[in-house]
């Protein structure tokens, strides 16, 4: 059992390119969530999904696409990268809106 | 939407003190209360959490108490260890309305045991 798993774990992009980052469980999951986590600002919620098909905004969307085809898949896309997308990402799953949240390692990256 | 303050920002204790670390919110809605434990360079793992239809709730030596009526909740760590050396982040959620499976964080406590 997997859990949450991320791709890749480390990147290095320059500022315009855009990338995914890939988050899988196998646990099914219907919550899934991305967040971004600064120095001495805790986790930001970037998206988050109910279930396959629905997705919603958080507290920092601006920059980033997401999209729920599978219940198992749920992927983060930066559009046009900026420096000030230079943070570690994770992302996470759970049963349900009152149920832990499990944690992928996260994806560190870095934007030139 | 859902606003978390969390205090302090450090903490150090001598190991087998107690540790208390604060957390008040915003939504009166709010319902769902995870405490979650972050290494370094690692995921944050979930250590305990309660839900608002309880006051308090403890598993071994960590506990989390809960006051609906003044919007706070706190994390209790008794006889610390060097091992409980960390960040430790308070969240909140609620199951209704437009905030749905949305859960905000707190900025985070680091916390040093010193042995």
């Known amino acids: 059992n997997a859990g949450v798993t991320q ?34 600002m805790g986790l930001r919620l970037i998206h988050y999904s109910v279930g396959a098909g629905i997705t ?40 349900g809106a009152r149920q832990p949240q499990h944690f992928g390692d996260g994806t560190r990256l870095s934007i030139l | 939407g859902e606003n978390v303050e969390q205090h302090p920002s450090t903490l150090s204790v001598q190991e087998g003190d107690s ?7 915003s939504d009166s809605a709010s319902n769902y209360f995870p405490w979650y434990k972050q290494e370094l360079g690692k995921r944050p793992q979930l250590i305990i959490d309660i839900r608002s239809n309880v ?10 108490t809960l006051n ?11 006889e610390t260890q060097p091992e409980d050396s960390a960040v430790y982040f308070c969240a909140a959620s609620h199951a209704g309305g437009t905030s749905y499976g949305k859960l905000t964080f707190g900025q985070g406590t680091i916390l040093t045991v010193h042995p």
């Open chain 2, 68 to 78: 609906k009526t003044a919007k706070h909740f706190s994390l209790h760590i008794t």
């Open chain 2, 19 to 25: 540790a208390v670390i604060k957390c008040t919110y």
């Open chain 1, 56 to 95: 919603d905004q958080g507290e920092v969307p601006n920059g980033y696409n997401v999209s729920r085809s599978t219940t198992e898949d749920f992927p983060l896309r930066l559009l046009s990268a900026a420096p000030s997308q230079t943070s570690v990402y994770f992302c996470a799953s759970s049963k």
């Open chain 1, 7 to 40: 791709t890749p774990k480390f990147q290095v992009l320059k500022t315009g390119q855009s990338m995914t980052l890939q988050c899988a469980q196998d646990m099914n999951h219907e919550y899934m969530s991305w967040y971004r986590q600064d120095p001495g």
């Open chain 2, 55 to 64: 006051g308090e709730k403890k598993d071994q030596r960590i506990a989390v």
